[in-house]
């Protein structure tokens, strides 16, 4: 299996730009989190989907960010419009359904994000 | 509101030491306590803890819980340069689709 996979690796963008990271889940997976880390705060989780369906985002900062999972092998985060503070590490994880198995989170290698 | 403390923030030891990574928690509900290895890259999963007293093992890892106490520790032997990494700690919600909150994380250094 090819693990989580995210995309870009690395993103640098200008101030006021919109930002749209993706996340490709492991297949089977039916849970998804967004995670975002920085050296002042941590590892913070900003939003996760169970079976497609957004069940908490009370991580999510503000209202220029969104998230959306389409289908089960896709999600995407979307800042509109960035700002310098949301520069950061942005981490994609998933995690079996419960009753299969171990169910840890799985993370994805993440997305460096710096705005300028 | 609910927390992960973890102690000490960051810690430099030379190979062969023995080191204890410490991991406290105050959340209104328990499901299990997941430690985590982050190496300059994502967090790669340890171990997962939902019952008392019971030590999980893995190599020279290992980690038990206290759920009276509320804590959880590491200990990593013989340390290698390796085991350099930050060392994370999160709470488990039940019924919550597996939501995790995360502590601030070790920062270990172990020098040749």
């Known amino acids: 299996d090819a693990g989580v996979i995210q995309s870009p690796r690395h993103e640098v963008t200008e101030m006021g730009q919109e930002v749209t990271l993706r996340c490709k889940p492991i297949?089977?997976?039916?849970?998804l989190f967004w995670y975002r880390q920085t050296m002042m705060r941590g590892l913070e989780l900003l939003i996760y989907?169970?079976?497609?369906?957004?069940?908490?985002d009370s991580g999510m900062p503000e209202d220029r960010f969104s998230a959306k999972m389409p289908n089960a092998s896709f999600s995407t985060l979307k800042i509109q419009p960035s700002e310098p503070r949301d520069s950061a590490v942005y981490f994609c994880?998933?995690?079996?359904?419960?009753?299969?198995?171990?169910?840890?989170?799985?993370f994805g290698p993440g997305t460096r994000l710096t705005v300028t | 509101e609910d927390k992960v403390v973890q102690s000490p923030l960051s810690l430099v030891v030379h190979e062969g030491d023995t080191v204890t990574l410490n991991c406290s928690y105050e959340?209104?509900?328990?499901?299990?306590l997941l430690w985590y290895k982050q190496e300059k890259k994502a967090p790669t999963f340890l171990f997962m803890l939902?019952?008392?007293?019971i030590e999980k093992k893995s190599g020279r890892l290992s980690s038990i819980l206290d759920k009276k106490e509320l804590f959880s520790i590491l200990n990593i032997t013989a340390t290698q340069t390796g085991d350099s990494a930050v060392y994370l700690c999160?709470?488990?919600?039940?019924?919550?689709?597996?939501?995790?909150?995360f502590g601030q994380g070790t920062e270990l250094s172990v020098k040749p």
């Open positions: 994880a998933s995690r079996p359904t419960l009753g299969q198995g171990s169910h840890e989170q799985y």
């Open positions: 297949s089977g997976h039916n849970s």
């Open positions: 989907f169970n079976n497609n369906v957004p069940i908490d």
């Open positions: 959340v209104t509900n328990f499901r299990s």
């Open positions: 939902t019952s008392s007293g």
């Open positions: 999160a709470v488990e919600y039940p019924n919550q689709g597996g939501k995790l909150i």
